[in-house]
């Protein structure tokens, strides 16, 4: 295990077909144009070291890990705990046609309610921590494609929490690096060794590693 290591945390880049449905672990097709985000992202992973990338394994996600992977000759690890939540029934029905009363009894317990056939918030951030927590075992400078859902509470896992269900997603297509070692430990490395000149959103973080379980709560 290195003292210093980045996690580099991706959304999938825009998709196509999909405006005003529920979507969720659906697949769905990428926008023309995605590959631009994945060279990005190859860009980024090269500018810290990244020799591991995890994937979900839904298509929008796994085409932009596969491209990185095959240009940079690296491991890809497609893991399902990186899945979007399961909205069951609710998957490809236009938003517009769910009851009223389904959704605000969702908005009411994010965490405890679970449409029919689907996942409840709790169950997307149990599997989400439980990445999280193995994922940081390695110690290892990666990076991870995933959806608005799972990285939602990863932001939050970053500072050791449990992170929002009700957070904003982060944009579609974005790209936040995130700088972890020992608390104390400083390497000194220069800012640009992170590329500037990204086509794509980027954000850069810098934190003590934090406690791979995140704690209890909503």
Known sequence: MTDRFAIVLARHPAVMG????CYG??????????ERMADGLRTVMQGV????????PARRCQMVAE?????????LKVDSRLREISFGEWEGRPWSHIS???LDAWAADVAGFAPPGG??????????RH???EMQQYGQSCAVVTHGGPLRLMHGMVHGMPGSLLAPSPPMGSVRVIEQGR???RSGQPEQHIPSQLPLHQERLRFGRQSAVARTGT
Do not use: H
Not at 25 to 34: E, S, T
């Open 183 to 185: 608390p104390g430990f």
């Open 18 to 21: 999909a405006e005003g449905l």
């Open 49 to 56: 070291g990244c020799r591991i990338l995890f994937s979900s």
């Open 67 to 75: 491209r990185v992977a095959r240009f940079m000759n690296l491991d």
């Open 119 to 128: 996942e409840s918030g709790s169950d997307l951030r149990a599997r989400v």
């Open 25 to 34: 672990q659906r697949d769905v097709a990428l926008a023309d144009g995605w």
């Open 131 to 133: 990445f999280w927590t």
């Open 100 to 102: 009223r009363a389904a």
